[in-house]
């Protein structure tokens, strides 16, 4: 049932069932792949997260959920210091990727950015050829530089994100002239292009119809065995087909999280009920 | 529902369609008001153009003399030694062309019109004969076949410019005496000039007609000048006696008046001689007219000879000869030219009129599509002046412009938009560069002028100068266009290029400026089309010169398009405002066409996102 747990068990041979039970209270755990302690976000005078603590663990999908600005979002773009771009946000605390502070002043941020890729609500392919996506990446990170490196890399990106049947024959097209389900696809294959640790995934699919949806969870699935996938949805139902591990954001406070069947079914606290049911959010 | 004080769904209704009659008629009168103004607009616009179209009609043929030059060795190279240096210093080439028109009119010298013969065109339109020898020495002692721009004047007035000419054709042979004094009477038929002589007297009447509108002005004047003279005179005799001070001031002013009325007073009388003299020779019905200077000219062209007639009647007219081409000795056919401005008030006379008239009948003068204007430089001469020079100084001035205005607009752009800090000072910068966009031109002059021509000692007149200058002006318009172009690239763009672990370098070149790109080009383009045609601030580094060099180099001094409109439209000769108008309109071409490059670049980088 929990893949994750059994997977991070067989890997280090000990029993972590439940990593996470609340926001306080955690127990050490080197299988983590992403470890934030205390986490505070400011935009300006502005507090948007208060002491986030959470672990979330490899090859397995997180959702994080939450009524709208709960800071969901927030804290996913500071696990790839997304909010660096801007001014005003300031972030104290620890995250650490592969046990190494991403907030150290010896990480680069494009260094981090290779390592944990992103995927934004709106789909947001370059203008230019479907080829030249997916590329981009690799190109710039020198991870191919001939042409046959390259042409491997992205039909293996495109292989991975489902897109390669439907593409193939047009690949020296636009990317913007997919449908916004292929584009979410495209954006995927690009940003599984550089091999990434980890794909954060804000709202991927609010912008798609429901059978575009449906493949992309499709995808986020079988994604699942080789990344570290961590999703922000307002989709409960989403939440409950894609994630194994389930995180319930309130009024930026991290409020519970843990194994999404037991936050669905016997959620602790009563906020999460609350918010599971329909009576706010 | 039930609330007794809320007014009924009807009377609800009764409101709004009350009011909606308001709404319709408020959004009627406004979309006629906007009819209203854009219709005002084009018209203006359209107006503008047809001025200006219209008077540069003139400018758009030329007429040209075609002359078969017979290249004597000892004009074209005096010296004998075949070296263009030599032929282009030394030889005589206005002196050929010169013998060429004398060989059209063998007589001319014994007539004493030479001088007039030699009007029709002026010596520096033979200066590229000089050079087409210099190049090929080969055809000294041959013959030569030459084009040449005529006066600018007679060319006016052969495409009827200069008022009305009416030209109408004899039918009874006419026959030509010559008198003992050299002048010529002409005859032949019963009444041979009736119809020339019935035409003056109408022009006449019409003058005398217009003479007396302006002399009742002038007599008011004159009136006015007279009661200040006599109160000027009784202040002067006042202080006079009483001995007070301002008596010399006094005097002087009453001077000043007495002239004045002397002035006017001359003035009158001779227009009232004029007016008695054409009245009396349209009220001698029948009678013979005595033409002169002030009066419509007469000409007569028969079997090649033309006669400027100093008294018509309709039996019979008195002339001189002004020329006489041995060509049209076998025509039989005569024509009479009234020219209805009188000579005094044009600046081509009788005889040079008389020349262009029989060189064009014998097909000599040719009219042609006016190509000077785009193979010349300027020139004191309308018909040998063309916009040449000007415009490779305003691609010169362009070129640096462009050059430096764009790579640096861009790049302020580019570091104010995406890198720079938002802080005191890059609000306090940003606010100056709107501000100097909307610095007057003439500043940017001034500023050229002590910075770079008297601090750097950079050469005077020349297109680095100017460009440079032009770039402070284009500046700011590119910073903001450029900056409004990147804003306009939609912040997902740089997220993707940012999650994907571009660098912020990266994004911005790989990705945003690209974007970015038409709407820069576009700003860059339009703010080109305003440095093309800016004149103020190059007048001050001194752009604004007579150069008859096509400048090859960006320290060579030049001008630009705008400038030399400038300064054709300031000079006197008439010619100069057909192709002033010209010059507008190839201005407004280059215009149109940057315009039409930007919008094309837009059209064609546009990208959807």
Redesign the interface.
């Known amino acids: 049932m929990n893949t994750f747990s059994q997977s991070s068990t067989e890997a280090h041979g000990e029993t972590h069932a439940v990593q996470v039970q609340q926001s306080t209270g955690i127990l050490p755990d080197i299988s983590s792949k992403v470890r934030a302690r205390d986490v505070n976000v400011f935009y300006g005078t502005k507090q948007a997260l208060f002491d986030v603590s959470l672990d979330v663990p490899d090859a397995s999908v997180t959702a994080f959920i939450g009524p709208s600005g709960c800071g969901k979002s927030t804290f996913l773009r500071c696990i790839?210091r997304?909010n660096d771009?801007i001014?005003s946000c300031k972030v104290t605390g620890s995250i650490q990727v592969d046990g190494r502070d991403v907030n150290d002043r010896a990480i680069d941020p494009?260094?981090?950015?290779?390592s944990v890729?992103?995927?934004?609500q709106?789909p947001?392919?370059?203008?230019k050829t479907i080829f030249e996506n997916v590329a981009?990446?690799p190109r710039?990170?020198g991870i191919a530089n001939d042409k046959p490196g390259l042409e491997r890399i992205v039909e293996q990106s495109l292989r991975k994100a489902g897109l390669w049947e439907e593409v193939k024959d047009r690949l020296h097209q636009p990317g913007?002239g997919l449908s916004g389900g292929q584009q979410q696809r495209l954006?995927i294959a690009?940003?599984i292009?550089?091999n990434p640790e980890i794909i954060l995934m804000d709202e991927p699919c609010s912008a798609l119809d429901p059978i575009a949806t449906a493949k992309i969870e499709e995808l986020i699935d079988e994604l699942r065995q080789n990344f570290c996938i961590i999703i922000v949805t307002h989709s409960m139902a989403q939440a409950a087909r894609v994630s194994q591990r389930t995180a319930f954001f309130h009024m930026g406070k991290l409020v519970e999280a843990g194994p999404t069947e037991e936050i669905f079914t016997n959620p602790r606290d009563s906020r999460t009920q609350d918010y599971i049911t329909g009576r706010f959010g | 529902m039930s609330d007794p004080a809320a007014p009924s769904r009807t009377a609800l209704r009764d409101i709004v369609n009350s009011q909606i009659k308001r709404r319709h008629a408020a959004e009627t009168r406004f979309r006629w008001f906007g009819i209203t103004m854009v219709a005002t607009a084009i018209a203006a616009c359209g107006l503008l153009l047809l001025s200006v179209i219209s008077q540069s009609i003139p400018a758009l043929t030329e007429n040209r003399l075609h002359l078969t030059l017979n290249v004597s060795a000892e004009k074209a190279d005096p010296f004998g030694k075949r070296v263009p240096s030599e032929i282009r210093e030394h030889g005589d080439f206005y002196g050929l062309v010169q013998d060429a028109l004398i060989q059209r009119f063998p007589t001319v010298e014994a007539d004493g019109k030479l001088d007039d013969l030699f009007d029709v065109v002026t010596s520096l339109a033979a200066v590229p004969i000089g050079r087409t020898l210099a190049q090929d020495p080969s055809l000294i002692g041959k013959n030569l076949d030459v084009a040449l721009p005529i006066n600018d004047d007679l060319d006016l007035f052969l495409k009827g410019a200069y008022g009305e000419t009416r030209v109408s054709q004899g039918e009874e042979p006419l026959t030509e005496a010559r008198a003992a004094d050299g002048t010529y009477t002409l005859s032949g038929g019963p009444a041979p000039f009736a119809k020339p002589v019935a035409n003056l007297r109408k022009d006449l009447a019409l003058s005398a007609t217009e003479l007396e509108t302006a002399l009742g002005l002038k007599r008011q004047r004159l009136s006015i000048a007279q009661t200040q003279v006599a109160a000027l005179t009784a202040r002067v005799s006042e202080l006079k006696a009483s001995g007070g001070p301002g008596l010399a001031a006094a005097e002087a002013l009453a001077d000043q008046a007495q002239t004045l009325v002397d002035n006017l007073t001359g003035e009158t009388e001779v227009d009232q001689a004029t007016i008695a003299a054409y009245r009396a020779a349209v009220k001698g019905e029948g009678g013979a007219i005595e033409l002169n200077d002030d009066k419509p000219s007469i000409l007569v062209e028969v079997r090649g000879g033309t006669y400027k007639l100093t008294r018509i009647a309709p039996s019979a007219a008195q002339g001189v000869l002004l020329a006489r081409s041995p060509k049209g000795a076998s025509d039989y056919v005569w024509r009479t030219v009234q020219i209805a401005t009188p000579q005094n008030g044009r600046a081509v006379n009788d005889e040079v009129i008389a020349f262009g008239r029989q060189l064009q009948s014998e097909g000599a003068i040719r009219p042609a599509l006016n190509t000077t204007i785009f193979t010349n430089s300027d020139s004191n001469e309308p018909e040998l002046s063309g916009i040449l020079s000007a415009l490779v100084g305003s691609i010169f001035t362009l070129l640096v412009t462009f050059c430096t205005a764009v790579p640096i607009g861009v790049a302020t752009a580019v570091y104010l938009e995406e890198f720079a800090?938002?802080n005191a000072l890059t609000d306090f910068i940003e606010v100056n560069i709107n501000n100097l966009a909307a610095v007057p031109s003439i500043v940017f002059g001034l500023l050229g002028f002590a910075v770079f021509l008297t601090f750097f000692n950079m050469p005077r007149s020349a297109p680095i100068v100017g460009g440079i200058v032009l770039t402070l002006m284009s500046l700011p318009v590119i910073i903001i266009a450029s900056r409004a172009a990147l804003k306009a690239v939609?912040p997902?763009?740089?997220?993707?290029?940012?999650?994907?672990?571009?660098?912020k370098m990266?994004a911005i070149f790989?990705?945003v400026l690209p974007?970015a790109m038409p709407g820069i080009m576009t700003g860059s383009i339009l703010a080109m089309a305003h440095a093309l045609g800016e004149t103020a601030p190059l007048l001050m580094i001194g752009m604004v010169a007579f150069i008859a060099d096509v400048p090859t180099s960006f320290t060579d001094s030049a001008t630009v398009l705008p400038v030399e409109l400038f300064m054709w439209a300031g000079r006197p000769e008439r010619a100069w405002e057909p192709r002033t108008a010209m010059a507008i309109l190839i201005l407004l071409l280059f215009m149109i066409l940057m315009n039409a490059v930007a919008i094309f670049l837009r059209r064609k980088f546009e990208?959807?996102?």
């Open positions: 790839n997304m771009t001014d494009v260094v981090l950015r290779a890729g992103m995927v934004f709106k947001n392919p370059f203008p981009y990446g710039i990170h913007t954006v690009r940003a292009a550089v | 800090p938002k939609p997902s763009i740089r997220e993707a290029a940012l999650g994907v672990g571009a660098s990266q790989h990705h974007l990208r959807r996102w």
